[in-house]
């Protein structure tokens, strides 16, 4: 039996008060998928994940829907003291103006946040500022990134590949590597607008937004003894997102240890398929998969 199978099983069998601290864990590493689907679906929540290890806790990604979703768990924004951000796009960064608003003008402390200093920059002066800045002036100038957020910047490896890096929250290890998703027309990571994968622990393989890149999974693959893979899936080919008829030509092994997310609405007819193609299945939203 695979690792997230069991991993399923054991969180349908845990007792209610456990299910009720996903903020914490007896240990374990655990991935609880707040949401797990497409940018726009309507039915599933964005793609965000909340990483739970004894007392430690990540979010990754905080999409427009995350304060919802969170909600749904009996959590605020507040609730969580560490964020991390995968890429710049919405449904994984449009839930964070809350965040800092809430915990300047409510909480009044500033959560953590795991961001590298080039996604720091596209995100801060493209996307938050203008909901963020200008709501105080000091000095005659307006609110910084700074004011909102206490970084917690990745360690760059030298000499890896993929400008890999690694940040630890608590107990967590997260290492964090470039990878492919816009424009539709990048021949690589290289020229690829900032976007970061993450392994956990070592462990674990969570792709974030990605286009078809199995050069990316197998080094992945060489690097770490990967238990279980959580990959970017679109149901239909083209785009910014890995087509599920493109990730059918992952090796076996691979596709055994992969779940599948970040999916549209219809996921459900495409169960057979996915299925038969011999993934592990879809990362379903609202479980909770552990690793011992
Ligand atoms: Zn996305
Ligand atoms: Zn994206």
């Given at each position: 039996?695979?690792?997230?199978?069991?991993?399923?099983?054991?969180?349908?069998?845990?007792?209610?008060?456990?299910?009720?601290?996903?903020?914490?864990?007896?240990?374990?590493?655990?991935?609880?998928?707040?949401?797990?689907?497409?940018a726009?679906?309507?039915?599933?929540?964005q793609?965000?994940?909340?990483?739970?290890?004894?007392?430690?806790?990540?979010?990754?990604?905080c999409g427009t829907r995350t304060p919802?979703?969170?909600?749904?768990?009996?959590?605020?924004?507040?609730?969580?003291?560490?964020?991390?951000?995968?890429?710049?796009h919405a449904d994984h960064i449009g839930g964070l103006e809350e965040?800092?608003?809430?915990?300047?003008?409510?909480?009044?402390?500033?959560?953590?946040?795991?961001?590298?200093?080039?996604?720091?920059?596209?995100?801060?002066?493209?996307s938050?500022?203008?909901?963020?800045?200008?709501?105080?002036?000091?000095?005659?100038?307006?609110?910084?990134?700074?004011?909102?957020?206490?970084?917690?910047?990745?360690?760059?490896?030298?000499?890896?590949?993929?400008?890999?890096?690694?940040?630890?929250?608590?107990?967590?290890?997260?290492?964090?590597?470039?990878?492919?998703?816009?424009?539709?027309?990048?021949?690589?990571?290289?020229?690829?607008?900032?976007?970061?994968?993450?392994?956990?622990?070592?462990?674990?393989?969570?792709?974030?937004?990605?286009?078809?890149?199995?050069?990316?999974?197998?080094?992945?693959?060489?690097?770490?003894?990967?238990?279980?893979?959580?990959?970017?899936?679109?149901?239909?080919?083209?785009?910014?997102?890995?087509?599920?008829?493109?990730?059918?030509?992952?090796?076996?092994?691979?596709?055994?240890?992969?779940?599948?997310?970040?999916?549209?609405?219809?996921?459900?007819?495409?169960?057979?398929?996915?299925?038969?193609?011999?993934?592990?299945?879809?990362?379903?939203?609202?479980?909770?998969?552990?690793?011992?």
């Open positions: 039996m695979d690792q997230t199978k069991k991993a399923a099983e054991a969180t349908a069998a845990a007792p209610a008060e456990r299910l009720d601290s996903p903020l914490r864990t007896e240990g374990e590493l655990a991935l609880r998928f707040i949401g797990a689907g497409s726009f679906s309507k039915k599933f929540y793609n965000n994940l909340l990483v739970a290890k004894g007392e430690d806790h990540v979010l990754v990604d919802e979703a969170l909600a749904l768990l009996g959590l605020t924004v507040m609730d969580v003291r560490n964020y991390l951000i995968t890429h710049s965040v800092m608003l809430q915990n300047r003008y409510v909480a009044r402390r500033k959560p953590n946040i795991v961001i590298t200093e080039k996604l720091r920059d596209v995100i801060w002066s493209m938050l500022r203008g909901g963020a800045a200008y709501n105080e002036r000091h000095d005659g100038k307006p609110l910084d990134f700074l004011d909102f957020w206490i970084p917690n910047y990745p360690k760059r490896r030298r000499g890896e590949d993929r400008e890999l890096s690694v940040a630890t929250v608590g107990g967590i290890e997260i290492i964090l590597f470039r990878t492919m998703h816009i424009p539709d027309s990048a021949a690589g990571w290289r020229d690829s607008f900032p976007s970061y994968g993450l392994v956990l622990d070592r462990r674990v393989l969570f792709t974030s937004d990605s286009r078809y890149d199995p050069a990316m999974v197998a080094a992945m693959e060489a690097a770490f003894k990967l238990e279980a893979i959580f990959h970017d899936c679109q149901l239909f080919k083209g785009g910014v997102h890995a087509a599920l008829e493109e990730l059918a030509a992952l090796p076996a092994s691979t596709k055994a240890k992969t779940r599948l997310m970040h999916y549209g609405d219809k996921i459900d007819d495409f169960r057979p398929r996915i299925a038969e193609l011999g993934f592990a299945g879809v990362a379903e939203q609202g479980e909770t998969y552990r690793f011992r």
